[in-house]
């Protein structure tokens, strides 16, 4: 028993110390949609053209993600915008100009470019079709349609310049809106689940789909100039890569960046090669880009996955037995252990991995330990159940024999209850395989990236490739789990 509570305790030390260390100088990051993977890849690119290690942390999830990463010095830079930081990141404070903008951030220990040169505003748009036949150029215009399905992002429904306070400046009778992914409310358009969403100005979306992006006509949105936020030590650190980053401001007007979103998006070119051909074209900087084979990215893919899963899964073993075993000792004192775990079972897996970031940061630690709380409850519920279903008679024979509670424990108890225990194991560690996937949204990596990215872009065979080594992983595990059953436990005993 003392061996499993050091055990633990070594786990949730390792899980909290991550994965391997970084070694890299320059950390960048971006957000899961297409445009700011472009402009992370450029940066990164940038950063490696001046001899610096740079890494690109990629689609990390949404802005509150990557501000707080880069506040704690988890990333050294991202591509943001001046509207994200008024409305939301510096929501409720008059920062009027650029120059206000850049206090804000100092305060913050933070530095902000200037503008990259193009303005990736908010704005709503409808099929082109139905627009016209129905009048419809304006947001105002929308009042006289209360009939009208909406669907925006996520992030659009809750933040400063979204859907409550645009419902208010239009005063728009719509009050039943759907909440759903960016890029699959293009695809809602197109199958006419809705009929209205949010865009991004710069998103090649709006052509391919024929869409009318309706006028703003009272100026509810303001501008969005893109911008690099850096940290200020990176100036000292590494004060080529600072320079290097300015041969950006500028550079990129928007309707190069609706291009650039095209050829990423619609044209399938990876974003590296995007990223690689705008730096060749526009600043003359030559970059070789080295795409990885599609075994040796499964490769990478199925030991993030495995790190994650085995990690969690082991940690989760060494706690849930022994607590296993006071549930069935102590039955009043178990029943608050056992409630516990369901309330933390309870907890939605995107919102539980959210949660730990504050803690955490952002990366494998996390999701190591989401994935241990979230094992904990189905080894903890089997290994109390097995003990408390063996015959009284049993144990009387084990007392009889003059045998210590710590080797009835050891000797008859737990090999008796070792069906039940394994079970519990068996289903934890699929639940594992599953729920993993979806630490890609905060760099954790494993089968989730690909899935992630194949949502973005719309590509079926991106999909698969995360989410089909997911399943085959997951009955592998389980086929593992029967075959241990097998191997260490008497026919007789089996379930």
């Not at 942390?57 to 830079?77: N, Y």
């Not at 903890?380 to 009835?408: D, M, Q, W, Y």
């Not at 789990?481 to 379930?495: A, D, K, Y």
Request: proline share 5%; charged share 20%.
């Amino acid at each position: 028993m003392r061996a499993l509570a050091a055990a633990a305790v070594w786990l949730v030390l390792a899980a909290c110390a991550g994965a391997p260390p970084e070694g890299t100088a320059v950390r960048v990051g971006s957000k899961k949609f297409t445009e700011s993977v472009i402009l992370g890849d450029m940066v990164t690119q940038l950063a490696r053209s001046t001899g610096a290690r740079a890494e690109h942390r990629r689609e990390l999830g949404g802005t509150q993600v990557l501000w707080q990463a880069l506040r704690r010095g988890e990333l050294d830079l991202y591509p943001e915008y001046t509207g994200t930081l008024r409305q939301e990141l510096f929501a409720g404070r008059a920062l009027p100009d650029d120059e206000s903008l850049r206090q804000a951030l100092a305060a913050e220990g933070l530095r902000m470019s200037a503008p990259l040169g193009f303005n990736d505003t908010y704005a709503l748009g409808m099929k082109e079709a139905e627009a016209e036949r129905l009048g419809i150029r304006t947001l105002s215009d929308l009042r006289e349609h209360p009939e009208l399905r909406f669907g925006f992002s996520n992030e659009f429904m809750d933040r400063g310049d979204g859907w409550p306070a645009l419902r208010s400046r239009y005063a728009l009778p719509q009050r039943e809106v759907r909440g759903l992914d960016h890029d699959l409310a293009y695809r809602g358009l197109e199958s006419g689940a809705i009929q209205v969403t949010d865009l991004y100005s710069t998103d090649a979306e709006i052509a391919y789909y024929g869409l009318r992006v309706l006028e703003d006509d009272l100026r509810h949105f303001p501008a969005y100039d893109a911008v690099l936020l850096y940290r200020e030590d990176l100036a000292g650190r590494a004060p080529e890569v600072v320079t290097a980053l300015g041969r950006l401001e500028g550079r990129i007007s928007e309707r190069e960046m609706v291009e650039l979103n095209a050829r990423a998006k619609l044209q399938r070119v990876p974003e590296p090669q995007v990223a690689a051909a705008f730096l060749e074209r526009e600043l003359g900087l030559t970059v070789t880009v080295r795409g990885d084979s599609l075994g040796a990215s499964l490769w990478l893919h199925t030991r993030e996955h495995l790190f994650l899963v085995g990690l969690s899964l082991l940690a989760a073993i060494a706690v849930a037995v022994p607590l296993g075993v006071l549930v069935a000792r102590r039955p009043r004192l178990g029943q608050g252990v056992l409630a516990l775990a369901g309330i933390i079972q309870t907890v939605p897996s995107l919102a539980l991995l959210v949660f730990m970031i504050p803690l955490l940061g952002i990366g494998a630690r996390p999701a190591i330990v989401a994935l241990f709380l979230y094992s904990l409850l189905p080894i903890l519920r089997n290994t109390a159940a097995g003990l408390t279903g063996i015959a009284p008679e049993v144990r009387e024979s084990a007392e009889a024999l003059g045998l210590p509670p710590g080797a009835r424990l050891r000797l008859v108890e737990l090999p008796m209850a070792a069906p039940s225990i394994l079970a519990g194991i068996q289903t934890s560690a699929v639940i594992n395989v599953g729920t993993a996937t979806l630490g890609a949204l905060i760099g954790a990596g494993g089968y989730g990236q690909p899935i992630l990215t194949g949502i973005r872009l719309d590509d079926t065979s991106l999909i698969l490739q995360g989410a089909v080594p997911a399943a085959v992983l997951a009955l592998l595990v389980s086929g593992l789990f029967e075959l241990i059953e097998r191997l260490v436990v008497p026919r007789g005993l089996r379930l």
